[in-house]
C-alpha cells in the first residue's frame, strides 16, 4: 500500500522565519505534487515535480523532489500571514492516474 | 466554465437516503476524477473517469457508490441508502494528459 506521510502536521511560525514542510512517500513515483487548501475552500495546485532532482519556486514557496530517497520538500522563506494554509502533496497511485494525499500539513504564520 | 463546477455545495439528508452529486468540468478536460475528504484528512481517491468510461474505480469504498459520465464531460456521483458514515466533502477534480488535477469547491455531505 502506498503511504505519503507529512510532517510536521501542524506548524505555527513566526512572520518572516523560515521553515520546511517534509513528504515521505513509500514506493517509487516520477511525479509528487503539491496542493494548498485554506478553511472551507478547495484545493489549489502550487507544483507539479516530474523528476528526481527537481526544483520549484513560487514566490516564497520552493519545492524539490529526491525520487531517490521518496523525499520532497516545501520550504517557505519569510513568512507572510497570507501564507497561512494547509499543504497537501501527493504522490501518482500505483494505478497511475489517481492521486495518493498525505494528511495535510496545517501552518499558521503569526505576526 | 472557468473552473471545476460542483453542485450542491451543501447536501443533508437522512440515513437511508439517496443523493446524487455533480460535478462539471474545466471544458476540454477529459480525465475527471472523485476524491472525498474528512476533517482532518488528505482527500481519498473514489473514482476516475477517461472520456465516458471508468478507468479506474478501486477507490469506491462499497456498492452503495456509483458514479456516472455518460457524455465525457458532466459527472454524477451517486450514493445509495447514505449512512451517516458517509458524511465528507465530495470533491472532483479535472485534468488534461498532464495529469495536474485542478479540483472543485466540492459538496459537503451531512447525513443525519
Known amino acids: 500500500e502506498l503511504k505519503v506521510e507529512q510532517n510536521p502536521l501542524f506548524l505555527s511560525m513566526q512572520e518572516g522565519k523560515n521553515y520546511t514542510i517534509y513528504c515521505n512517500y513509500s514506493t517509487t513515483s516520477d511525479r509528487l505534487y503539491w496542493y494548498r487548501q485554506d478553511p472551507g475552500k478547495s484545493l489549489e495546485s502550487l507544483f507539479v515535480?516530474?523528476?528526481?532532482?527537481a526544483v520549484k519556486q513560487e514566490g516564497r514557496l520552493m519545492a524539490s523532489l529526491d525520487t531517490k530517497a521518496r523525499l520532497s520538500t516545501l520550504h517557505i522563506t519569510a513568512a507572510v500571514h497570507d501564507l497561512s494554509a494547509t499543504y497537501f502533496c501527493?504522490?501518482?497511485?500505483?494505478?497511475?492516474?489517481?492521486?495518493?494525499f498525505g494528511k495535510g500539513t496545517s501552518l499558521l504564520v503569526t505576526p | 466554465g472557468a473552473g471545476v463546477s460542483q453542485t450542491p455545495s451543501n447536501k443533508v439528508t437522512e440515513k437511508g437516503k439517496y443523493v446524487e452529486l455533480r460535478c462539471d468540468p474545466i471544458?476540454?478536460?477529459?480525465?475527471l476524477y472523485w476524491y472525498r475528504q474528512s476533517l482532518g484528512q488528505g482527500p481519498e481517491f473514489l473514482i476516475y473517469f477517461q472520456g465516458t468510461g471508468a478507468a479506474d474505480d478501486s477507490g469506491l469504498p462499497n456498492d452503495r457508490f456509483f458514479a456516472v459520465r455518460p457524455e465525457g464531460s458532466v459527472s454524477t456521483l451517486k450514493i445509495q441508502r447514505t449512512e451517516r458514515g458517509d458524511s465528507a466533502v465530495y470533491l472532483c477534480?479535472?485534468?488534461?494528459?498532464?495529469?495536474?488535477?485542478?479540483f472543485g469547491q466540492g459538496t459537503r455531505l451531512t447525513v443525519v
Open positions: 471544458s476540454g478536460h477529459t480525465a
Open positions: 501527493a504522490v501518482d497511485s500505483n494505478s497511475g492516474y489517481a492521486l495518493n
Open positions: 477534480a479535472s485534468s488534461l494528459y498532464d495529469r495536474r488535477a485542478f
Open positions: 515535480l516530474l523528476s528526481n532532482g
